[in-house]
Nanobody, 123 residues
Framework: VQLQASGGGLVQAGDSLRLSCADS????????ISWFRQAPGKEREFVAG????????GYTDSVKGRFTISRDHAKNTVYLQMDNLEPDDTALYYC?????????????????WGQGTQVTVSS
């Protein structure tokens, strides 16, 4: 499994960013790809997840209505569209994959991770 995350940057509050997570080896048929984030001094937390077929999506409460997770099967890529960004969204964002169909939210449930991409939101 090889995940490649990209799209982070430095933006102002209220701006938007789109993160991408490319699964270059297309290892699993049934799987969940999720985004997590980790701010300095805090634990890694679940942000959003999507099933392999795109039919089910999950979000943590703090991003509902602002973030949208989606996927492009042709490109084998999952996106996280982040709108109306807030300073509290500042973190290192990771994508991760687990086999199966359960939308789990603990980082320990995901065996494969991409490298992080930094998102910094200034006030």
């Amino acid at each position: 499994v090889q995940l490649q995350a990209s799209g982070g940057g430095l933006v102002q509050a209220g701006d938007s960013l789109r993160l991408s997570c490319a699964d270059s080896r297309r290892t699993f048929s049934s799987h969940i790809i999720s985004w997590f984030r980790q701010a300095p001094g805090k634990e890694r937390e679940f942000v959003a997840g999507i099933t392999w077929d795109g039919r089910r999506r999950g979000y943590t409460d703090s991003v509902k209505g602002r973030f949208t997770i989606s996927r492009d099967h042709a490109k084998n890529t999952v996106y996280l569209q982040m709108d109306n960004l807030e300073p509290d969204d500042t973190a290192l964002y990771y994508c991760a994959i687990r086999e199966g169909s359960l939308m789990l939210t603990r980082s320990s449930d995901y065996p494969y991770w991409g490298q992080g991409t930094q998102v910094t939101v200034s006030s």
